[in-house]
């Protein structure tokens, strides 16, 4: 099936330890996203990887490092997990099919839970 | 308007009631707004993009429709339907091409 997937679906973890989330397109799609899906259910944009490049970098903490080995992956690696990294994390990917116009197909969300 | 702002946060309907729900953005640096639909323990799923300004979008009984100049989009819904509950996002492009943000979503429960 063409698809957002990402890997795992939930993750319990210790607060100091270091994980990582993956996700993989497989829509052609050159624009990758992660999302965070705080505890008021916004999702609020992290990075933004265009054909392997970064592209946006909306002041998370660098304790969060995404990965981007070709343009069908991004994964988000982080270290030395805290207590406030809990959330739902979301991939996304799109192509621009006109000035601006870049719709997003999501993933199926990562629960992360630190403890 | 710095922020992509919905309105309102949360609204209860009874099955058959038609019902609409607001999206504010900047008018500057704008480039497309989205609807999403997002149910509950799924991913959100589009539903329409608008880009040019009095764009009108419908989809069975959803419709939208976008003001460029003064910054906003209304979701209507027509008849609603108990399978018509889910939070309903909007977004935006705005400055960089790919940076889409969302607003707060509005929580739309149908009730039978």
Same mark, same amino acid.
């Given at each position: 099936?063409?698809?957002?997937s990402?890997?795992?679906?939930?993750?319990?973890?210790?607060?100091?330890n270091?994980?990582?989330?993956?996700?993989?397109?497989?829509?052609?799609?050159?624009?990758?996203y992660?999302y965070?899906?705080?505890?008021k259910?916004?999702l609020?944009?992290?990075?933004?990887?265009?054909n392997k490049?970064?592209?946006?970098?909306e002041t998370?903490?660098n304790?969060?490092?995404p990965k981007s080995p070709?343009k069908?992956?991004?994964?988000l690696h982080i270290?030395?997990?805290?207590?406030g990294?809990?959330?739902v994390?979301?991939?996304?990917s799109?192509?621009?099919t006109g000035?601006?116009v870049?719709?997003?197909?999501f993933?199926?969300?990562?629960r992360?839970?630190?403890? | 308007?710095?922020n992509?702002?919905?309105?309102?946060q949360?609204?209860?309907?009874?099955e058959?009631?038609?019902t609409?729900?607001?999206?504010?953005?900047p008018?500057?640096?704008?480039?497309?707004?989205h609807?999403?639909?997002?149910?509950?323990?799924k !991913?959100?799923e589009? @539903?329409f993009?608008? +880009?040019l300004n *009095?764009?009108? /979008?419908?989809?069975?009984?959803?419709?939208?429709?976008l003001?460029?100049?003064?910054?906003?989009?209304?979701l209507y819904?027509?008849?609603?339907?108990?399978?018509? !509950?889910?939070?309903? @996002?909007?977004?935006? +492009?705005l400055g *960089?091409?790919q /940076?889409v943000?969302?607003?707060?979503?509005?929580?739309?429960?149908?009730?039978?």
């Amino acid at each position: 099936d063409t698809a957002v997937s990402q890997t795992p679906k939930y993750l319990v973890t210790q607060m100091g330890n270091d994980k990582s989330i993956k996700c993989e397109q497989n829509l052609g799609h050159d624009t990758m996203y992660w999302y965070k899906q705080d505890s008021k259910k916004f999702l609020k944009i992290m990075f933004s990887y265009n054909n392997k490049e970064l592209i946006i970098n909306e002041t998370v903490p660098n304790r969060f490092s995404p990965k981007s080995p070709d343009k069908a992956h991004l994964n988000l690696h982080i270290n030395s997990l805290e207590l406030g990294d809990s959330a739902v994390y979301f991939c996304a990917s799109s192509q621009e099919t006109g000035v601006g116009v870049n719709v997003l197909t999501f993933g199926a969300g990562s629960r992360l839970t630190v403890l | 308007i710095l922020n992509v702002e919905q309105s309102p946060q949360s609204l209860h309907v009874q099955e058959g009631d038609s019902t609409n729900f607001t999206c504010s953005f900047p008018s500057s640096n704008f480039y497309a707004l989205h609807w999403y639909r997002w149910e509950t323990a799924k !991913s959100p799923e589009a @539903l329409f993009v608008m +880009t040019l300004n *009095g764009d009108e /979008k419908k989809k069975g009984r959803i419709s939208a429709t976008l003001n460029t100049k003064e910054g906003y989009s209304y979701l209507y819904i027509k008849g609603s339907q108990p399978e018509d !509950s889910a939070t309903y @996002l909007c977004a935006c +492009t705005l400055g *960089g091409y790919q /940076k889409v943000t969302f607003g707060t979503g509005t929580k739309l429960q149908v009730i039978p």
